[in-house]
């Protein structure tokens, strides 16, 4: 759309300029902001093999430094969606790129396991911000039949940097260290962290925030039985997407110490799931904004149950396993703007921020739950038997919850 198109002339006679689509001015800014946020949240999965090395750490030590970044971030959610619904989400966005950014220099100056750890919880208290203040932001300055589409394409600039981030990382790490991805990675992070500070208090400023927060609440409310299908999402993502997510947080040790490739081939695997983002998200919230979200969750989330299945049945590091990777990767792209459309049709406007807190934050502290377990577990009965339990609960656990959210209307 130009910025020179103009709405038909008012009373007056005098041609009214027409705002420019969202989707032209600040939807690229907060792609970008996305991807600048999980430029430093995205590292410590592809890099955990050279900690793991390092530091001489057995499974169970291996998972608290993916449980240390994801129990504190989980905290910071709850309080995060609070204050976005009462303190707007500049301060709460820019704090969850900046503060990640700094978080990722205190990691890169880590000299011990203990400081890593310490380290790792201040990103995650840092990082908890960015979700539930840019999601209903997001969502509140399109029209409603194009929310999933502004969502997905937003998503792209996260699951971008999952591909990306692995890459870069796996390269600097090979002339500086694990450590000094980490501090490379934080210099682009935290100029962009500022700059997008000043943007979103001119862009979006508290007065044309509140005018869209009273916009919004003049929608109609959630449908009846919206409490059910919430608690209901909830669980599916708390047990399935908990199990689901030790799998991928384990991915890089298991591809080194059960399929025997090296740290360095073992890095960049994760990029393999997060390609398709790029085109996984905006077809998820496409499709989400015609079919309704609860079908794309419920289908999406079956499949990646399956698909853990096919994973653990291939037994060598080569093409059968990238596909795999790759499949499973669209799977998830597609089901997180679904996930997040589901939000805004089943929450009421006013508390929206809080309940996007919520789904975050326990996302994230079940997930680091999980992966503590399975870790100490994996100790004892290896991977295949841990990975084969992850599966077995994703998919029990979808179908189940599917009989509760099925009915859902965006």
Known sequence: MSDNSVQPPGASGIAVPKERSFFLTSLPFFVLAHGAHHMMTALHQPLLPYM???????Y???AVITSAFAISGGASQLPSGWMADRMGPAILITMGILGVAIGGVFVGLSQSYIFLLLALIFMGLMSGGYHPASTPLISMSVPVHQRGRAIGIHLVGGTGMFFLAPILAAFIAGFWGWRGAYLTLAVPSAIFGLFFFFYLNKRFGKAHVEAMKKKQTAERPPQPGYKRRLWSFLIMMILGGGAGFTVQSFLTLYIVDVLGATKAQAAPALSLIFVSGFYGAPLGGYIADKIGSAKVIIVTDI???????????????????????????????IRFPASELFIMGQSPAKHRSTIYGIYYSTMQYTGAIFAFIVGYFIDIYGFPTMFTVSAYVVTAVAIITSFFIWDAKD
């Open 60 to 62: 169970a030590q291996a």
């Open 303 to 333: 499949l990646s149950g399956l698909m853990i299945f096919v994973l653990i049945a291939i037994h060598s590091y080569g093409f059968a396993f990238w596909t795999v990777l790759f499949v499973m990767g669209a799977i998830q792209a």
């Open 52 to 58: 793991h090395q390092e530091f001489n750490l057995n």
